[in-house]
């Protein structure tokens, strides 16, 4: 991960975390893996107690409040449960949880 990917995911991570206190907050795809391009998006998963009761799909809206960059935002937001039940399946999820970096 660059110096610039580290500071902008740090900044986005400690907005998040001041707001809902999640137990993990995990940055994955080609910013994780560092074959990025300047202009690539940042992918998040963020899990936290505080999405229960909002609906799955209007939860991403919510992170764009901590979110100031040029570059584009890609959020997937879970409550600790169906992070864990995603975790059983294959898919992204797994595959970030593996590969990603934990802010």
Known sequence: MDQAT???ASKFASRVKKAYSPERIILF???????????????????????????????????YDFWDEAVDLEAI??????????LRQRGIVRTAAREGIEL
């Open 6 to 8: 580290t500071k902008i």
């Open 29 to 63: 795809g080609s910013r994780a893996r560092g074959d990025n391009f300047k202009t690539s998006d940042f992918d998040f998963i963020v899990i936290s107690d505080k999405f229960r009761g909002t609906p799955f799909l209007e939860r991403p809206s919510e992170m």
């Open 77 to 86: 937001c879970y409550t600790p449960e169906e992070f864990a039940r995603k």
